[in-house]
């Protein structure tokens, strides 16, 4: 059981408007695996039955690629009184009206909070003039709103951004990374839920077979196989469990995540419920 977690954030789509060097999770136009109306329903009320998860939000991909299915996300968690919240790189607010009208609609359904994703990757895809449109709108409108900007600092160096930012940036020694320094893996208090129903620790790290609530009411950190080796001995201990099978661990990594990242793409053969889906590792579209 994990009665710490207070938060789930819907993973509506690996699809997205925009292909971003630093993405984690691989999105890209290409990719269409989504949550339907139905999904949601099903989710949310397995969400809801855990009895201690009070924060719902839409991410993906990008969940406004997916219009119909983030406004039935939204109404069905505010009615259950989940205080749903969204992510947005801000793609489609190709006007002010566009993105008024989109704000006022989500609003209405009962959004509470609204992330725009704008920095230097994605620029590079989307204007930068449409996520500040849709922050002026959302202050004039009264929608609670951030912008949320990421450095080359902040990067995580798993999924496309371990392939395409980490060649040439210095290293650490393997032997120094042990430790996760993003996620508590014995206690969350947020997970991600995907359109497979998949149940996310860590994007790609899932939290065990079955249903989000079964997943949720059986884990136990000390017999997951995956997080046991993290929680003793971080990403080097798991770099080193994966070499025993074959891996080829490296001198140096960028950070942890790109180490654990690694190792845990190696293992996925071995691991197939815990660690995927194709999306998280590049499957289909590099």
Known sequence: MIPSLTGIHFLVTYGCSAECDHCFIWGSPLRTASMTPSQVD??????????????????????????EVLLHFVRSAQAQGLGPSALTNASWAISRPAAEAGVRELMAAGLTRLGVSTDQWHRRRVPGER????????????????????????????GRAAERLAPGITTRPAEELTACPHEHLDAPSRVHL???????LCQGLNVGPGGPAQAVREY??????????????????????????????ASGY???CQLCYRAREFLRPAFPELLGPDEMYGGGFR
Not at 46 to 62: Q, R
Not at 139 to 157: I, K, Q, Y
Not at 225 to 249: D, H, K, M, S
């Open 194 to 200: 995907d359109c497979y129903g998949q149940l996310h």
């Open 131 to 158: 996520a500040d449109l849709l922050l002026e709108v959302c202050a004039a409108l009264g929608l609670p709103a951030s912008r949320m900007e990421t450095t080359l600092g902040g990067v995580m160096f798993r």
């Open 220 to 249: 136990d950190p000390a017999a997951h196989p995956i997080v046991r080796v993290l929680l003793e001995e971080g990403p080097y201990g798991l770099g080193r469990y994966a070499a025993g099978r074959g891996f080829a661990l």
């Open 42 to 67: 099903e989710f949310l009320a397995e969400v809801s039955s855990l009895g201690t998860v009070t924060s719902v939000c839409a991410e993906g991909g990008e969940p406004f690629t997916r219009w």
């Open 254 to 256: 960028v950070d942890a």
